[in-house]
């Protein structure tokens, strides 16, 4: 049961640094806002890539995640489990939006283009 905690901890928190609107000013910042890649510094470009890919982030997220959980005491696994509820919801709406696609298609109205 832990281990589907931590998975659906580091899920949503994976997606939300690297996709939602609450880090874009990390992820524009260290990116300095639309320079060319060519333009940044190694780290800069290597840490831009980074919190940008889900998966990428989920490494870093899933260690974490772990090290609160196992040594955070009860406020840590509340906040993971805080997480793990977020994660769940976010891929029971997924589930929900797959299953009411109409057939044959991706066009609905919960989705964005």
Not at 16 to 43: H, M
Not at 45 to 67: D, K, M, P
Not at 82 to 93: F, I, K, P
Request: glycine share 12%; aromatic share 10%.
């Amino acid at each position: 049961m832990e281990l589907i905690v931590l998975i659906l901890a580091t899920y949503r928190t994976a997606q939300v640094i690297a996709q939602e609107g609450v880090f874009e000013p990390l992820r524009a910042w260290v990116v300095k806002g639309g320079v060319p890649p060519e333009q940044l510094s190694p780290v800069r470009r290597w840490f831009g890539q980074l919190i940008h890919c889900v998966t990428c982030v989920s490494v870093w997220a899933g260690w974490a995640l772990a090290a609160l959980w196992l040594w955070g005491g009860q406020a840590g696994q509340w906040f993971v489990l805080a997480l793990a509820a977020s994660g769940g919801a976010v891929m029971a709406g997924s589930v929900l939006v797959a299953i009411n696609r109409p057939k044959g298609g991706y066009d609905d109205h919960i989705l964005p283009n």
